[in-house]
C-alpha cells in the first residue's frame, strides 16, 4: 500500500517562500514519477509540477520560474521549493505518484496525498 506524506504548508506573506515535503513509502519510489497539484476553494484541481523517475522536470505556467520540484530516491521524498509566492497561490498542495502516464494530467496519478494548506497573504 502506497502512502504519501505531505508537510511544510502554512501561511506566508507574498513574495515569501515555503517548502513543501512529500515522504512515500509503499513501492520502489524511483521508478515513479511524482507529482504536485493544488485546488483552492471553489476551483478545480490543477497541475503544479512533476519529476520523472530521472529528474526531468515540468511546470505548469503558473509556477514557472518561481518553484522547484526535486526529488531524493535515497530517502523517497519529493520536495516543492515555492518562492515569491502571490495571493493565487492559496490552494491546498497535494503530492501525487504517477502511474506511468501523462505527466499533466490528474488522472494518470494513481496514489495521492491528504494535502497541506498554503495560504499567501497580500
Known amino acids: 500500500q502506497v502512502q504519501l506524506v505531505e508537510s511544510g504548508g502554512g501561511l506566508v506573506q507574498a513574495g515569501g517562500s515555503l517548502r513543501l515535503s512529500c515522504a512515500a513509502s509503499g513501492r520502489t519510489f524511483s521508478w515513479y514519477a511524482m507529482g504536485w497539484f493544488r485546488q483552492a476553494p471553489g476551483k478545480e484541481r490543477g497541475f503544479v509540477a512533476a519529476i520523472s523517475p530521472g529528474g526531468s522536470t515540468y511546470y505548469g505556467d503558473s509556477v514557472k520560474g518561481r518553484f522547484t520540484i526535486s526529488r531524493d530516491n535515497a530517502k523517497n521524498m519529493v520536495y516543492l521549493q515555492m518562492n515569491n509566492l502571490k495571493p493565487e497561490d492559496t490552494a491546498v498542495y497535494y503530492c501525487?505518484?504517477?502511474?506511468?502516464?501523462?505527466?499533466?494530467?490528474?488522472?494518470?496519478?494513481?496514489?495521492w496525498g491528504q494535502g497541506t494548506q498554503v495560504t499567501v497573504s497580500s
Open positions: 501525487a505518484q504517477n502511474r506511468g502516464g501523462n505527466y499533466y494530467a490528474g488522472q494518470q496519478y494513481d496514489y
